[in-house]
């Protein structure tokens, strides 16, 4: 039987008269409070809360935390929404993970345990040829662990074609320099040759770098190293491959993959935990055992340590059923335009300009840059743009010639109908 999800909902004036939504809008104002209760009211309507929850949930989004917002971009790995989402098995091992727990204790013999270890082991397990597996803060973090500790007061060997800034005005080669390691570039923007490296390479060399050019290519004239080559020149071969996928994917063909770079060659690969591996924000140092424990035991790396709730959502990412991210990648087209076509017919239904269109969904802040998912988007009046992003829900779309693109790629089928409530909501 349907049940009424409008049934128990408590009215706006009840909300407002409990005592506590009462002491809300006497620090925050009655009008911040009052869209917070019609806020939580929607989310009570579209059954994402029970009805009893709605003082609850207005009072939490005026916390002014961090908000779980509807990625409807077409943009996989949004680094302004959080790059990757975490599984519903992560999410249930980081909860579960909060409050005391056994990271560093083995609870059959009482003594001290190897921090994180299970994710360390679940990572060895899916990285066979990574004879030590050591996890920091993210990608950049573990690159600096690596320069602190090989090529502080020495070297590092890198192709002009690899100095890459990865966002936010940060850049790697400044990154590096930072550690007191001198960077020995070689070669040009377009071409490098393993001659250029051999050249350069010598008793102040630390380690020789290789940076996966994860956000943009170089077409025409160029001409790059494997890593294999470079094994042979006598020093650490490093190799930023960036995503984080441990093996080959298919569907990503440009992308490198942990395991495929170290039986290349590579002493050390580091990657990100929340990009392709769409796991928590992590950075993934993995390959030679020994190489790895001298990071390890380096001072710098208890400042670069992770905290136990990253353990816990890496080991349940790496151990566990696919990703959100993985998900979004492969969702099939046919049934992303029958969603979309739902919620579009549905919003038309109630007056709303909305249609269905095709769309572009793309890979984003994680790697392949090239890759382009074929889409499908509602398509709606650009003015509903900031209304949804304001929203509860809010809902964040992308503007492309004058019209307002929800993608439903990276929203979760089962947010649908909350997408539509906060459409309807959406005063534009
Ligand atoms: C993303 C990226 C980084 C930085 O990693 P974070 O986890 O964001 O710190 C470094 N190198 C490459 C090649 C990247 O793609």
Redesign the pocket.
């Given at each position: 039987m349907e049940q009424d999800p409008r049934r128990g909902i408590p009215r706006t004036d009840v909300v407002l008269g409990d005592p506590r939504v009462v002491a809300a809008a006497g620090r925050l104002g009655r009008e911040q409070v009052k869209a917070a209760v019609v806020g939580a009211q929607g989310r009570a309507r579209a059954g994402e809360i029970g009805p009893g929850d709605v003082v609850e949930a207005a009072l939490a989004a005026l916390e002014g935390g961090l908000r779980p917002v509807l990625n409807a971009t077409g943009v996989v790995l949004h680094?302004n929404l959080g790059?990757a989402a975490l599984s519903p098995a992560a999410v249930e091992a980081v909860v579960a993970a909060a409050g005391h727990t056994d990271v560093e204790l083995d609870l059959d013999s009482g003594r001290r345990a190897k921090r994180g270890r299970d994710a360390l082991a679940a990572l060895a397990a899916a990285v066979p040829d990574a004879g030590g597996v050591h996890v920091v803060?993210?990608?950049?973090?573990?690159?600096v662990l690596a320069a602190t500790v090989l090529a502080q007061g020495r070297e590092i060997v890198v192709s002009r074609g690899e100095l890459?800034e990865?966002?936010d005005g940060?850049r790697?080669p400044d990154l590096l320099v930072s550690t007191g390691a001198r960077l020995r570039e070689v070669g040009t923007t377009n071409r490098t040759s393993r001659e250029d490296y051999a050249a350069a390479v010598g008793p102040e060399t630390g380690f020789v770098l290789k940076?996966?050019?994860?956000?943009f290519v170089v077409r025409g004239f160029t001409r790059s190293v494997g890593i294999g080559e470079l094994r042979g020149l006598g020093v650490p071969v490093v190799a930023?491959?960036?995503?984080?996928l441990l093996a080959a994917d298919p569907l990503l063909p440009d992308e490198p993959d942990a395991a495929s770079t170290l039986r290349a060659g590579a002493h050390l690969v580091?990657?990100?935990?929340?990009?392709l591996l769409g796991g928590p924000?992590?950075?993934l140092l993995l390959g030679d055992a020994a190489l790895v424990e001298r990071l390890r035991r380096h001072p710098l790396a208890r400042a670069l340590r992770v905290d136990k709730l990253t353990l816990a959502a890496l080991r349940a990412t790496v151990a566990g059923p696919e990703t959100p991210t993985w998900q979004a990648l492969r969702m099939d087209a046919g049934e992303l335009r029958a969603r979309t076509e739902r919620v579009a017919a549905e919003l038309a239904g109630a007056g709303v300009a909305a249609e269905v269109t095709g769309s572009v969904a793309v890979v984003g802040?994680?790697?392949a840059p090239e890759l382009e998912l074929p889409s499908w988007a509602v398509a709606l009046p650009e003015a509903y743009a900031r209304p949804l992003r304001t929203g509860e829900p809010p809902v964040v779309g992308r503007v492309v010639r004058g019209r307002l693109l929800l993608d439903l790629r990276c929203v979760p089928a089962a947010q649908d109908r909350a997408l539509v409530s906060a459409v309807l909501r959406a005063d534009a």
């Open positions: 680094t790059r803060n993210n990608g950049a973090a573990a690159l890459v990865i966002g940060f790697l940076v996966h050019p994860s956000n930023d491959i960036g995503s984080g580091i990657a990100s935990g929340d990009k924000q992590a950075g802040g994680g790697g």
